[in-house]
């Protein structure tokens, strides 16, 4: 044996003795959920064993708290700072339901500013596992956190949203059903109920990884003000939002996997449920997979199809999205090597004053599309505080994405305002087909301007176009760009509505015989408005 196998092996034995002496006194303070009265078997209520193990191994100073393989009926988990759940092989967290009779979830907290997003945004402490003003904090797997008894919204989401629901002081058309109106009675009627699975506010250094999520509610993560924030190797499968990353900084989302059929998937924010207008900044998407399959189906590998519509009436959802909650901002945000199937397309949208700055988006594979697949949008919604100013849309770079079977009416759209531009897209190396069939009719169509709706390719009707649609833009470039047809579309590729500054290079654009590659309906010269 060499000198540095045998130096190797008493540094190992030294390592061994030293965490030996580390581990024990954890070990005897118990923080196995086990040690604590915890039975893990579905019916027995784990909520104070959990919560014990929790202020156990933070009196201690940290430590990890492990649940082994077993159902761990709960409400309210409360974290705290330099604590771990870890969840063994085969264990899994489940909500309790408060129509069980057994308890309740904390009550949501008081939030005075609550009327400029939805009730769920505007709380955290009505949740499963929730945390505030803590730091370094972590949710590790492989188990499960399942939200049996979660409720996924407040009231009236199960129904088709009417217009006139929402006032238009607060933001008009609410397609899912779930925004806050001014003087709600929300707070009373989810009253011990449980709406989130994960909650976190105001907190740092938080890594979620490894485990699996089902049917989690309104969301499965909703994390505000949280710095430094990791999430890794996730998978969800579940009723509405996926991850909520809102007014948060320095964040890492990669190789995960989320199916929200009725909802978004990945949606950065920027509301301003603590208060002020805080950008979403330095935000990593990477390696992720978003679907709208049938609910559960992600996570039993079936993948079913048939569910056709989400709530709002329109087809099934799960993209990653920047917004709708838009006050404070998003700014250097990357999204790279990510999978879209059986959903929306990738919206960028501002349309409560928010800045979108520095974005860049490349390597994108989607099919089996049910909206527009590139959506930027640029309004005036301004469901934000008085004297808040519109927001601009700049400097957005999407390059190398593929698109099959893009099969709704809409073409990729890029819309801000006459008198707020968006500005400075570059969309590069881009291949889309889609199904084709829009009529001449289609293509005499002005879309009305809806500025101060809810932002969805919808909101335009068909557009006048099959594969792009900007109005209202500056300096616009296409380059390397592949749009086509599966069937005869009587609509030009590309139509231009006040746009200056477009410039094609390398743009290949199939069209009907007569018709034509690029339609400019309004010149950029026209004044602001006409």
Known sequence: MTSFDTTRRRLLKGLGAACASVCAPALAAGFDVRAFGARGDGTTLDTDAINAAIAAASAAGGGTVHFPAGRYLSFSIRLQSRVALYLDPGSVIVAADPADGQGRYDPAEPNPHDAYQDFGHSHWHNSLIRGENLEDVAILGPGRIWGRGLTRSGPGANRPLKAGDMPSSLGGKDPMGERTRAGTTFGAEMDGKGNKAIALKNCRNVLLRDFSMLKCGHFAVLATGVDNLTIANVTVDTERDGFDIDCCRNVRISDCAVNTPNDDAICLKSSYAL????????????????????????????????????????????????????????????????????????????????????????????????????????????????????????????????????????????????????????????????????????????????????????????????????????????????????????????????????????????????????????????????
Do not use: W
């Open 275 to 530: 208060g002020r207008a805080r950008f979403t900044e330095q935000v990593t998407i990477t390696g992720c997979q978003v679907s709208g399959f049938n609910l559960g189906t992600l996570l039993d590998g079936t993948f079913q199809k048939t569910q056709i519509k989400a709530p709002d009436e329109e087809g099934v959802c799960g993209r990653i999205k920047l917004g709708t909650e838009s006050n404070g901002g998003f700014r250097n945000i990357a999204i790279a090597n990510c999978v879209f199937e059986h959903c929306r397309g990738l919206a960028i949208e501002s349309v409560d004053g928010a800045i979108i700055e520095d974005i860049t988006v490349d390597n994108l594979a989607m099919r089996d599309l049910t909206t527009a697949p590139l959506f930027i949008r640029l309004g005036r919604r301004m469901r934000a505080p008085a004297g808040t100013p519109v927001g601009a849309i700049r400097r957005v770079n999407i390059s190398n994405v593929v698109v099959s079977q893009a099969n709704a009416p809409y073409a990729s759209i890029v819309a801000g305002l006459p008198e707020a531009p968006v500005e400075d897209v570059r969309l590069s190396n881009i291949t889309i087909m889609h199904g084709g069939g829009g009529t001449a009719a289609d293509a005499r169509r002005v879309p009305p301007e809806q500025a101060d709706h809810y932002p969805e390719p919808s909101m335009f009707g068909v557009t006048p176009a099959y594969g792009l649609y900007v109005r209202h833009a500056r300096n616009v470039e296409l380059h390397h760009v592949d749009l086509r047809t599966a069937a005869p579309d009587a609509r030009p590729p590309v139509v231009l509505d006040d746009v200056a500054g477009a410039r094609f290079d390398h743009v290949q654009l199939g069209r009907a015989a007569g018709v034509p590659a690029v339609r400019r309906v309004r010149p950029a010269s026209a004044p602001r408005g006409a």
